[in-house]
């Protein structure tokens, strides 16, 4: 069974920047880390879940609006990781930001980290 833990979130001021870290484990023989597309997604109090940014196996990106050319998303396949690096970050970026790893209608999802922008 894949797990993923997500970790680097917390409290941080408008304008600032929070590196997120997504450690996977538990990958069966011929499916390893490299096999799965990886996603960063946020819930935000009262709102529905939505996606922030994917990286492919083959390591394309794709990024939500609101987030482009603020948040960069990046993968090692070497140690089993994917990142979320938040710059000039503002309060509505405020959420519980949850790790995703997919291959074909296969989904994992981590626990969620909060991360809340605000002075």
């Known amino acids: 069974q894949v797990q993923l833990v997500e970790s680097g979130g917390g409290l941080v001021q408008p304008g600032g920047s929070l590196r997120l870290s997504c450690a996977a484990s538990g990958f069966s023989f011929g499916f390893s880390f490299r096999s799965y597309d990886m996603g960063w997604y946020r819930q935000a109090p009262g709102k529905e879940r939505a996606l922030v940014a994917t990286i492919s196996r083959s390591s394309d990106t794709k990024y939500r609006d609101s987030v482009k050319g603020r948040f960069t998303i990046s993968r090692d396949n070497a140690e089993n990781k994917a990142y979320l690096q938040m710059n000039s970050l503002k309060p509505e970026d405020t959420a519980v930001y949850y790790c995703?790893?997919?291959?074909?209608?296969?989904?994992?999802w981590g626990k969620g980290i909060l991360v809340t922008v605000s002075s």
């Open positions: 995703n790893a997919q291959w074909s209608s296969i989904n994992y």
